[in-house]
């Protein structure tokens, strides 16, 4: 099992900037990727961006935020970041917290309980 819980959302003007958090707890050895996803009002969720906590840790970004957007890891801590910097009121959602883990023969998502970031004036 693998708990994961956001926090930092809130209110902030355009082109302002936020930091969201991810602390994860639990069996972490099986997860290979990570990821924070958004979901706007009456819409799936999307991806924003993933990073894969193996084999290099490697990154994607939706094109939406690339280069505004930054998803980095602090393995002591367990904690997933995403660095958002020129808000734009289109940003505006529920971002979620996501771990994909396997241990090779069954495979499980994990989400957090989201966290809303409203971009406004």
């Known amino acids: 099992q693998v708990q994961l819980v956001e926090s930092g959302g809130g209110l902030v003007q355009p082109g302002g900037s936020l930091r969201l958090s991810c602390a994860a707890s639990?069996?972490?050895?099986?997860?290979?990727?990570m990821g924070w996803y958004r979901q706007f009002p009456g819409k799936q969720r999307e991806v924003v961006a993933l990073?894969?906590?193996?084999?290099?840790?490697?990154?994607n970004y939706a094109d939406s935020v690339k280069g505004r957007f930054t998803i980095s890891r602090d393995n002591a801590k367990k904690t997933l970041y995403l660095d958002m910097d020129s808000l734009k009121p289109e940003d505006s959602a529920v971002y979620y917290c996501?771990?994909?883990?396997?241990?090779?023969?069954?495979?499980?998502?994990?989400w957090g309980q989201g966290t809303q970031v409203t971009v406004s004036s």
């Open positions: 996501n771990a994909e883990w396997s241990d090779g023969l069954s495979h499980t998502v994990y």
């Open positions: 639990g069996v972490m050895s099986g997860v290979y990727a």
């Open positions: 990073m894969r906590v193996i084999h290099g840790g490697s990154t």
